[in-house]
C-alpha cells in the first residue's frame, strides 16, 4: 500500500466503507456543482452510485457535519459555502470579519451583574467581587457563527453599557473609552458540544461539534481585562495562525 493510498483514507488493511467511497464521490460532485446547487435527489444518487440511501445518508450526514453541506427543510440540501478563515490574534472579531469582505454584527442575548466567584482568580478580584456578563450571538452576513460570553471586572468597567451599543466591537469601545489596550492574552481550544439552548441561539443540531475558545485578555500593563468564553459553530468557521521558531 502507498503512502498516498494512506493519506487518502485507506487503511492498512485496505477495505474501505461503502460510505466513504460514497463520501469521495460526493466531494467531487460538490465541487463540478459549486457553491449554492441543490444536490440531486437521494434516490438518483443512490441510484448513480450503486449504493442503498441508508449508506448515501451516512455520506452526506458527514458532509453536512463538515460543512460542506447544508440542509433547509422543505427546499432540499444545498453546496455550503466555503468556512469563514478568521485569524487567532487580539484584534476584533469586527475587524477580522469586515477584512474579509463579510458584515459582522451581534446580538444581546444577556446583560448582568454577577459575583466574580471562580473567575476572580483569572480576574485578579475578589471572589466576592462583581463582574459584568455580557452574552451575545456573533453574527457573520447575519447567520449565527458564535456564541460569546465576557466577564469584565465590574469595578473597573461599571459604566460599559452606558451609550454603547452593544451589536459592536467590544474591543473598540474598551479602547476609545477607557483608553485601554488589549496587549496579550492566553487561550485555550478544544472541540464540544453545544447545550441545547446553545444549539437553538446558535441555529444548529446539538450533535454538532463546535470550537470552544475560552480567554483571559490582558492591558499594557498585564492587569486582566476580560474573561471570555466563545463557541463558534465548527461547520462553519476556522482559524489559522502563524508560528514562527
Request: glycine share 8%; hydrophobic share 40%; net charge neutral.
Amino acid at each position: 500500500m502507498t503512502v498516498d493510498a494512506v493519506r487518502g483514507g485507506v487503511p492498512e488493511h485496505g477495505r474501505v466503507p461503502k460510505y466513504y467511497t460514497v463520501k469521495t464521490q460526493l466531494q467531487n460532485l460538490l465541487a463540478e456543482l459549486g457553491e449554492g446547487a441543490l444536490l440531486p435527489a437521494e434516490r438518483d444518487l443512490a441510484a448513480a452510485y450503486g449504493v442503498a440511501r441508508s449508506t448515501l445518508r451516512q455520506a452526506i450526514s458527514e458532509l453536512t457535519m463538515e460543512g460542506r453541506l447544508r440542509a433547509h427543510r422543505g427546499r432540499g440540501t444545498f453546496v455550503a459555502s466555503p468556512k469563514l478563515i478568521q485569524p487567532l490574534s487580539l484584534s476584533s472579531y469586527t475587524e477580522a470579519l469586515r477584512e474579509m469582505g463579510h458584515v459582522p454584527s451581534r446580538r444581546l442575548i444577556t446583560e448582568e451583574r454577577l459575583p466574580a466567584g471562580s473567575l476572580a482568580g483569572d480576574l485578579a478580584i475578589d471572589p466576592a467581587d462583581e463582574v459584568l456578563h455580557l452574552e451575545r450571538v456573533l453574527l457573520a452576513d447575519d447567520e449565527p457563527l458564535g456564541l460569546e460570553s465576557t466577564y469584565l471586572p465590574a469595578g473597573r468597567f461599571g459604566d460599559l453599557m452606558d451609550g454603547w451599543d452593544a451589536t459592536g466591537s467590544l474591543y473598540r469601545h474598551v479602547a476609545d473609552r477607557y483608553r485601554i489596550r488589549y496587549a496579550q492574552a492566553t487561550e485555550r481550544i478544544e472541540t464540544v458540544l453545544a447545550s441545547p439552548r446553545e444549539a437553538q441561539l446558535l441555529n444548529t443540531n446539538p450533535a454538532q461539534p463546535m470550537l470552544l475558545m475560552q480567554r483571559v485578555s490582558a492591558d499594557q500593563d498585564g492587569v486582566p481585562i476580560e474573561r471570555v468564553r466563545s463557541l463558534y459553530r465548527g461547520d462553519r468557521i476556522g482559524f489559522v495562525t502563524r508560528l514562527t521558531g
